[in-house]
Nanobody, 114 residues
Framework: QVQLVESGGGLVQAGGSLRLSCVVS????????MAWYRQAPGKQRDVVAR???????VYADSVKGRFTISRDNAKNTVYLQMNSLKPEDTAIYYC????????WGQGTQVTVSS
């Protein structure tokens, strides 16, 4: 059974940076599209970035120019580099495939203070 383990979250001041990692306990090369999602308190879980195939990336407008998604198939890992963080980026961040085919991991909490 494929599992997802996210890490790298934390508390950071506005304007700071974090790098999230998602290790997939299986071969992600079979998963054409991987994505990072986030869920803020009281809100639905939304996609913020996706990576398609070898490297085509798509971002939500709210993070465009600040976040970068990447993948390392050899390490079965997906990354999210987050720069110029804002308080509204505060959420639990999850990774998964698109469409969702894997049980959700525990996510990693990102808190941005003003």
């Amino acid at each position: 059974q494929v599992q997802l383990v996210e890490s790298g979250g934390g508390l950071v001041q506005a304007g700071g940076s974090l790098r999230l990692s998602c290790v997939v306990s299986g071969n992600i090369f079979r998963l054409n599209t991987m994505a990072w999602y986030r869920q803020a308190p009281g809100k639905q879980r939304d996609v913020v970035a996706r990576i398609i195939g070898a490297g085509l990336t798509v971002y939500a407008d709210s993070v465009k120019g600040r976040f970068t998604i990447s993948r390392d198939n050899a390490k079965n890992t997906v990354y999210l580099q987050m720069n110029s963080l804002k308080p509204e980026d505060t959420a639990i961040y999850y990774c998964n495939s698109v469409p969702i085919t894997i049980n959700w991991g525990q996510g990693t909490q990102v808190t941005v203070s003003s």
